[in-house]
C-alpha cells in the first residue's frame, strides 16, 4: 500500500470518528496506569478510579449483597427482642456478630462507608455527563464525512432537481420529523435521539435521589404500634405507644401531634363456600383531632388505607377481642373491672390473654393477695371438646376462666408481659374434688372463687380492639419519585437510539446532481436502516431518479435500497 492509500485511509477513519463522536455522554474509561508521585498525583488516581462507572457498579452490587445480611439476621432497630432470642440461640455467633455490626446492618460502619462511596462516586458521574450533554444540546451535528458509503446504512441516486433543492427539501423534511438539522456545507447533517442521553442522566439522578431519601428515611423515620379498645383512645406522644422505634437523628419533637379514639371496628367475614372465615372488610371508625385544640374530625381506617395527618400514617394492622371482665373479693366488692384485649391464635381469632389484679383484693380471711387469671376465648364455641374457635365473629362466644392468687412478681422490678402469668408464686384454686379450678363461662355467667374468696362475671359487653401502627417517613415521597424517575429513564436509555443522518447533493461529471444518504447509530440496530430507507423514498419522491445516462430510461424505484456500507469499518 502506498503512503497516499495509507494517508487516505487514516482521514476516512478520522473522519468517522468526527462523525460518530459524542453520541453518548459515557465518561471514557482510561487505561489504568501508575500514578504520579506526590499527594495530587494519588488523589487524582483514585478519583478516577471512584468516579469510573465499573467501581460505581461494583459498589452498588456491594450495597445490595451488604443489605442481605440485614434482612436475614435480626436487627435492634426493628426488633430487640428477636435479637435477644438470638443472642441467647447463639451464644458463639453473636460476639462475631457483634464485631461486624450484623445485628445493625444499616448503621455499621462498613455500609455507611459503601453508601457514602456509591453517593461520591454517582456525583462523579453524573457532572461531567451533565455538563458534556448541556454542551451537545447547544452545539450542531457535525459535518458529513467525506465518505457517507463507508457508513453502516447507506443508499444514493442520481436526479434531475438541483442540489440546493435537494438540500432544502432534505432540510424540511429531517425537520419535520424532530431531527435537529442544518445545512453544512454540500450536505444536510441530522441528529435525533437526545432524550437516550438525557434518560440516562434521569437514571443516575434518580439513584442519588433513592440514596438521599433512604438516609432521610433510616436517620428521621418513626415506627410505633398501639393497641386500642372501642371506646378508648390514643394521642401522638411517646408514653402512649406499647412499641417504637426510630432513625439515629429522630427526636420526640419530630412527633405529630394528634390524638385519635376508637369509637367502633366492624369487620364482615365469608359465612360459606371454600373461603369460610376469610376476612371481607375490617374498618376502624374514628374521630381524630389535629394538635391539642384541634377540631374533631370522622373518619374511618380500613387495612390499606391509612390516614395522613401532616406526614405522619396510621394504618390499621390488626384486630381481635377484648371481653369486659369483673372481679370481686369475698365481700362483693369490685377490684378489677375492665376490656382485657387478648391476643389471637389463628385466624379464627382463638384468643388468650391474662387478668391481673394487683391492688385491693383480699381473701376469705382478708389478707391481701394477688390474683392472676387465664383467660382463654373462642368467639364461635363449636361444642363437645373443640378447643379452638370454629368462626371468627362472635357467633357463640365462650370464656375459659383459670385462676391462681399468691404473689405476681411485680414487686421484683422484673419487666412483665402483660399477656403472659408468671405462675411461680401463684396457687392454683381448687374445686369440691380438688382439682384445679377452671371453667368455660358464656356472656353474663359468673365464676364463683372456692371457700368465698370472691367471684369472676364475664360480662355481656364484649367489645372488640384493632392495632394501629404509626409511621412517619420523611422520605418516603422523594424515594416513590426516585424510583418512577429511575424506571422512566431507564427505559428511555434503553429503548431510544441516538442517531444520525446525513444527506449530501453535489453535481457529478455529467452535471447530473447526485444524492447520498447515510445514517450511524450509536450502536449497530435494523432500526437506522429502516428510518433511512423511509426518509429516502419520501425524499426520492421529491427528487425522483434522473434517467439512465446508457438506455434513457427513468429509475422508476420509489423507494431506493439501503445497503449495508462496505469497507473495513462499521460504526
Not at 63 to 69: D, F, N, R, V
Not at 200 to 220: E, T
Not at 254 to 265: A, C, I, K
Request: with cysteine.
Amino acid at each position: 500500500m502506498s503512503k497516499t492509500e495509507t494517508d487516505n485511509t487514516e482521514q476516512d477513519r478520522r473522519e468517522l470518528g468526527e462523525a460518530g463522536s459524542q453520541l453518548s455522554t459515557a465518561p471514557v474509561e482510561e487505561p489504568s496506569i501508575v500514578p504520579g508521585l506526590g499527594v495530587i498525583g494519588w488523589a487524582r488516581w483514585f478519583w478516577r478510579q471512584l468516579t469510573s462507572m465499573r467501581v460505581a457498579l461494583l459498589l452498588l452490587l456491594l450495597l445490595s449483597l451488604g443489605a442481605i445480611p440485614g434482612s436475614l439476621i435480626p436487627q435492634t432497630g426493628a426488633d430487640i427482642s428477636k435479637v435477644a432470642d438470638f443472642r441467647k440461640a447463639h451464644k458463639t455467633l453473636s460476639p462475631v456478630y457483634d464485631k461486624l455490626g450484623l445485628f445493625h446492618v444499616y448503621s455499621s460502619v462498613w455500609f455507611s462507608a459503601i453508601y457514602i462511596l456509591l453517593f461520591v462516586s454517582l456525583i462523579g458521574c453524573i457532572v461531567p455527563r451533565a455538563w458534556q450533554f448541556v454542551g451537545q444540546l447547544r452545539g450542531r451535528p457535525p459535518g458529513a464525512p467525506k465518505r457517507l458509503d463507508r457508513l453502516p446504512a447507506y443508499t444514493t441516486w442520481r436526479t434531475t432537481a438541483e442540489p440546493e433543492e435537494v438540500r432544502e427539501a432534505a432540510l424540511k423534511l429531517l425537520k419535520k420529523r424532530r431531527f435537529r438539522s442544518h445545512i453544512a456545507g454540500n450536505a444536510v447533517a441530522a441528529e435525533k435521539g437526545y432524550v437516550r442521553e438525557f434518560g440516562n442522566l434521569v437514571f443516575h439522578i434518580a439513584l442519588i435521589v433513592l440514596l438521599v431519601a433512604f438516609a432521610s428515611g433510616q436517620m428521621y423515620k418513626s415506627d410505633g404500634t398501639k393497641l386500642v379498645v372501642e371506646g378508648d383512645g390514643f394521642a401522638n406522644t411517646l408514653s402512649q405507644y406499647d412499641d417504637f422505634k426510630s432513625g439515629s437523628m429522630f427526636s420526640t419533637d419530630d412527633l405529630v401531634p394528634f390524638s385519635f379514639n376508637l369509637r367502633n371496628f366492624s369487620a364482615s367475614y365469608q359465612t360459606s363456600g371454600p373461603s369460610k372465615g376469610t376476612p371481607v372488610t375490617f374498618n376502624a371508625d374514628i374521630g381524630y383531632r389535629k394538635g391539642a385544640y384541634g377540631k374533631s374530625t370522622r373518619t374511618t381506617i380500613k387495612v390499606n388505607e391509612p390516614l395522613d395527618i401532616d406526614g405522619a400514617k396510621v394504618y390499621l394492622v390488626s384486630h381481635g377481642y377484648a371481653p369486659v371482665i369483673t372481679v370481686r373479693d369475698g365481700k362483693g366488692d369490685i377490684v378489677y373491672r375492665d376490656a382485657v384485649p387478648l391476643l389471637p391464635l389463628d385466624a379464627n381469632i382463638t384468643s388468650q390473654g391474662v387478668v391481673k389484679v394487683l391492688d385491693g383484693y383480699k381473701n376469705a380471711q382478708g389478707t391481701s393477695e394477688q390474683l392472676g387469671i387465664s383467660l382463654f376465648f373462642l368467639p364461635t364455641y363449636g361444642g363437645g371438646s373443640s378447643v379452638l374457635s370454629a368462626f371468627p365473629s362472635l357467633q357463640n362466644p365462650v370464656l375459659n376462666l383459670t385462676p391462681y392468687h399468691g404473689d405476681l412478681g411485680i414487686d421484683s422490678g422484673i419487666p412483665q408481659s402483660v399477656y403472659q402469668l408468671d405462675k411461680t408464686h401463684m396457687k392454683e384454686f381448687k374445686d369440691s374434688k380438688g382439682a384445679q379450678l377452671r371453667d368455660n363461662l358464656k356472656p353474663g355467667q359468673t365464676m364463683q372463687l372456692p371457700n368465698g374468696a370472691g367471684s369472676v362475671t364475664f360480662e355481656k359487653d364484649v367489645r372488640e380492639w384493632a392495632g394501629f401502627e404509626i409511621v412517619q417517613e420523611p422520605g418516603s415521597g422523594w424515594a416513590l419519585a426516585g424510583a418512577i424517575a429511575a424506571i422512566f429513564g431507564l427505559a428511555a436509555s434503553l429503548f431510544i437510539q441516538r442517531r444520525r443522518v446525513w444527506v449530501r447533493a453535489v453535481p457529478g461529471p455529467d452535471g447530473v446532481t447526485v444524492v447520498e444518504m447515510a445514517g450511524l447509530g450509536r450502536s449497530e440496530s435494523a432500526k437506522v436502516p429502516e428510518e433511512l430507507g423511509d426518509l429516502a423514498g419520501i425524499l426520492y419522491d421529491q427528487a425522483p431518479g434522473a434517467p439512465d445516462a446508457e438506455d434513457d430510461e427513468p429509475v422508476t424505484s420509489p423507494n431506493p435500497e439501503v445497503v449495508p456500507a462496505e469497507g473495513p469499518e462499521k460504526r
